[in-house]
Structure formats: C-alpha cells, structure tokens
C-alpha cells in the first residue's frame, strides 16, 4: 500500500505542477490559511438560511459515469449519475431543490450552455472538464469560492492545483493522456516485440510507424492499426502528445497571446499525423470521425490502438470479448526527447448569482462533492483518474498499466498547452476544422497550420 501511495502522489504531485504553470500563483493554499482558520465554512457560507432555494446543475453527460460498478441500475443512462450526488445532498437538506441539466456529449463544447445563457437561463453550478469551464472564467461569469467552502476542503488540494486567491474551480479528479495498445491483437500477429519495452514505455515515431505497418500488413477484416478524428473537437487532447512528441506547442509557456504552432516543429507534427491517415492506417474518413467512434472501434477491437486515457483499459474488460491493455507514451522524433503529458481535468464551478442564498448552497453542494469519501473515489475509478486532493491518496489503487503511466510521467513531466486560456475553447473547433480539412485533403499539412495560426491569433487579438 505505501509503494502504491508514493506512485499516487508522485503523479499528482506532476498534474499539480501542470495546474501550477498554467495561471497559479507561487504561494500554496496552506500559505494563504491564517491561524483562526478552522474546518467551518467561511462567513459566507455560514449565513446560509433555511428557506426553500432552487438551484440549477449543469452537467457534463459523461459515458464513464454510467453502468457505476455497485450502482449498474442506478447509472443506466447519461447523467443518472448525478441525480445520485442531488439525492444525497438534498436528503441532508431538503430545503435545497436541484434541478438537474445533463448535457449532450455528441457536439463535444458548450453550445447547448452557451445557448440557454443567451436566453436567460444560467446555472448555478457546472461540472465538466477544465477545457470547457475555463471559458466561464474568461467571461467573468464564476465565482471565487475562497469565501464559501472550508478551508479543511482547499488546505486539502495539492499546491497548485487550485489558485488560493480566485478559487473559480475544484477539481473532483485529473489525469494523462497517452497511447493505448490493444495488447492481444499484437500478440495475435507476433508483434509483441514491435511494442516499447515495460521499462520504458517509450518509442520513436519509426518505430511506432512499423507497429502500425505490422497490423495492416496482417491482413484482418475490420481492424485497422489506428484512429483519428475531426469531426468536432471533442476528444482533441487526446491526440496532442503526437505534437508534443515533435516539439511543437500552442503557446510560448503561458504567454496566451499568440498562437506559436506553425513551426518548423509543427508543420512536422501534421505532416507525420496526416501521413499516418493517408496512408490507410487508421480508420477511413477521420475528417468525419468523432471521439465516440474511437471509444466504439476500441472496444470492438477494430483497432490496434489510440491517443486517449485510462477509461480505455475500463473499454476493454467491458468488451464483449475482454482484452488485455498495454499503455505507452507518444511516440517521439529521433532528434526530440520523450514528449510530456497532456492532461484533463474535471472539475466543479459555481455560476455568480445575485441571489447569495443561490451561491452559498451552490458552493455547499460543491465542497460536499469534492469531499465525499464515497464518491470522489468512483469518479476516479470511472474516468481512469486521479484526485487532486492530498488526504484521498490512499482510498484510490492504480492499476499496473496507470502506475507505469504514473512512472513515466515523473520523468518526462506534463505540459502547459494552454486549456486554462480564456479563450481556449474558441480556438478548439478552430483546429478541428483544420484538421478536418487536412485529412479530407482539402488543404495541405503547411495549408491548414498556416490557417489556424491566422485565425486563432485573430480570436485572441480580439
């Protein structure tokens, strides 16, 4: 168990450093607690009244959150989930009604919320990945929690995952994105040893290239070496390791000013990408592929293996002929070093309201969801994550596959590519378009970077 905890907090002690490098100041959480802080909820929260107050919960409809291992019957469809969260809350205070709106996964951004807020509908509280809600604080639209939630709940964050002055998020959990291998079709066609090796885990992009030639060369119906996708941009950082892994970036550091992707560097990263799906390695039509036909092919076994994260190992023991994973990182130039990590977040925001009693039970339900012993470790164990809290180590296990991610994260670190950019998610479908019009071979590689770089440093100039 304590070898298990030390990989737990070495890698959370990486995503902090990720959240640490996008917009967090050098001071800790701990620092910022004064000695009269106790366990209660700050002033605020604590002028919460009894009378009847209606809340509205916006909700991202995650796939991993349903069919809950112990909860199958009460996790059926998209967002059932949550309602479990709502019962338990407002069974501890029925004054509270919490009227529950799942969002549809399929467009992969934040229309469906972009448009009841232009009709006057606003949530009081949003869950959903740090990429999409980090646009609500661009906006101005979340409140600071510092004064609403305990003070045991944010000296119990890791230092950096959360800002201890603007508090306008709490993450329920985090992790990182990599390759998974689907390791029994290689060992179907004897290609065990094209794979990195278990001390490693790590490849160059020719040898990844000759993995990918194995599985097409074998000649199977209906498998195909790999997938990728630009339909929309749901599921996008899934894949940005392959830039990583050229040395290319979006951003100079956290300099969210301008794009810096159309280098040398990346105009190699779409080159290999594009090559990849010209070259009939991957599932045909990517330019009309979404997330959700990778997650469909990868547990069909229709494909080798995909960018993604750990809720794929999930994918494959759910399959209706169970295989066994194998995780790698991206695959690197000879001249470039491992790539670092990429990572999502999920996390929990509160809308500001002009009724206080709206924020004060709003950022209640928060604190309580992001403290609940029961079920901080289920999202986790769902999503293939970790939690961003210091005193849940020991209640989560990793699976051998996410501690050698775990190891390999240490050492060749996580990437600040700009998801805490206020207007990250207006440059997101901005890419997917021209990765659509890459693989469809409307544009050239060199076409479709130059683009992108001119449109997304006009959305951040204005």
Wanted: include cysteine; aromatic fraction near 12%; charge should be negative.
């Amino acid at each position: 168990m304590k070898k298990t905890v030390l990989v737990l907090m070495s890698i959370v002690m990486a995503l902090a450093m990720f959240a640490g490098c996008q917009t967090q100041p050098a001071a800790t959480v701990a620092d910022s607690a004064t000695a009269s802080d106790s366990t209660e909820a700050a002033a605020s929260a604590d002028a919460a009244s009894d009378e009847p107050v209606n809340l509205k919960f916006y909700a991202y409809g995650y796939q991993q959150l349903m069919n809950l291992p112990g909860y199958e019957d009460q996790t059926q469809n998209l967002g059932d989930f949550y309602n479990l969260l709502i019962d338990e809350f407002t069974a501890q205070y029925p004054n509270v009604n919490i009227e529950l709106v799942t969002l549809n996964p399929a467009g992969g951004g934040t229309e469906q919320l972009d448009v009841d807020i232009a009709s006057g509908t606003t949530p009081n509280i949003y869950y959903d990945s740090l990429l999409r809600v980090t646009k609500y604080n661009g906006l101005g639209y979340l409140l600071n929690l510092k004064d609403y939630v305990s003070q045991e709940t944010l000296d119990d964050y890791v230092s950096g995952s959360i800002d201890p002055e603007n508090v306008w998020n709490l993450p329920t959990d985090a992790g990182p994105m990599f390759i998974a291998v689907n390791k029994t079709l290689f060992e179907k066609i004897g290609a065990l040893d094209l794979l990195p090796s278990e001390d490693s885990r790590e490849w160059t992009t020719d040898q990844y290239m000759a993995a990918l030639q194995a599985v097409k060369d074998a000649g199977l119906t209906d498998q195909y070496p790999t997938i990728f996708w630009a339909a929309n941009q749901s599921g996008d950082a899934a894949n940005f390791g392959f830039l990583f892994g050229f040395g290319a970036k979006f951003f100079d550091g956290s300099d969210y000013s301008k794009i810096v992707l159309n280098s040398e560097e990346g105009l190699n990263a779409f080159n290999f990408i594009n090559n990849v799906v010209q070259s009939g390695l991957s599932v045909p039509g990517a330019a009309a592929l979404n997330d959700d036909d990778m997650w469909a092919t990868w547990q069909n076994q229709q494909i080798a293996m995909t960018g993604g994260y750990s809720y794929l190992q999930v994918l494959a023991q759910e399959s209706a002929d169970p295989f066994d994973v194998y995780f790698v990182n991206f695959p690197h130039a000879e001249d470039q070093p491992n790539p670092p990590f990429a990572t999502d977040t999920h996390t929990l925001a509160v809308f500001k309201s002009e009724n206080e009693q709206e924020n004060i039970w709003a950022a209640k339900f928060v604190d309580y969801v992001v403290s609940s012993e029961k079920w901080i470790p289920i999202i986790c164990q769902a999503h293939g994550t970790l939690s961003m809290r210091t005193s849940f180590q020991d209640k989560l296990t990793l699976s051998p596959e996410l501690a050698a991610i775990a190891k390999r994260m240490t050492e060749d670190g996580v990437i600040s590519y700009g998801p805490t950019c206020p207007k990250w998610s207006e440059l997101r479908p901005l890419y997917a378009a021209e990765l659509q019009a890459m693989f469809s071979g409307a544009k050239t590689p060199e076409q479709a970077l130059a683009d992108f770089e001119t449109e997304a440093n006009a959305v951040l100039a204005d």
